[in-house]
């Protein structure tokens, strides 16, 4: 089993930064893809970025030069570092965790609330 505890969401105005963090807990985290999905009320949980053990990174196109996904192996934790913040990123942003070899080891965490407004 895997626990990912989110951190670091709240409120700012358009414009400003905020930065993710989750922290991963009964893993071998090196093993895992992390991945951070957004869901806004009334829309589908949508990918946000996502990077690989290697370190390989993918984004929604609505993100990319803005947003930066990163990990640190020893800490077993991932980072979303959010610049340039739009209104239209409020959402809950939520951890993912994917064992790169057992798929159906997949694995969430609680979420937390991004909000962006003047």
């Known amino acids: 089993q895997v626990q990912l505890v989110e951190s670091g969401g709240g409120l700012v105005q358009p414009g400003g930064s905020l930065r993710l963090s989750c922290a991963a807990s009964?893993?071998?985290?090196?093993?895992?893809?992390m991945g951070w999905y957004r869901q806004a009320p009334g829309q589908q949980r949508e990918l946000v970025a996502a990077?690989?053990?290697?370190?390989?990174?993918n984004y929604v196109d609505s993100v990319k030069g803005r947003f930066t996904i990163s990990r640190d192996n020893a800490k077993k934790t991932v980072y979303l570092q959010m610049n340039g913040l739009k209104p239209e990123d409020t959402a809950v942003y939520y951890c993912?965790?994917?064992?790169?070899?057992?798929?159906?080891?997949?694995?969430w965490g609680q979420g937390t609330q991004v909000t962006v407004s003047s």
């Open positions: 993912n965790a994917k064992h790169t070899i057992m798929k159906l080891l997949d694995f």
């Open positions: 009964g893993t071998t985290f090196n093993l895992y893809t």
């Open positions: 990077i690989t053990s290697g370190g390989s990174t």
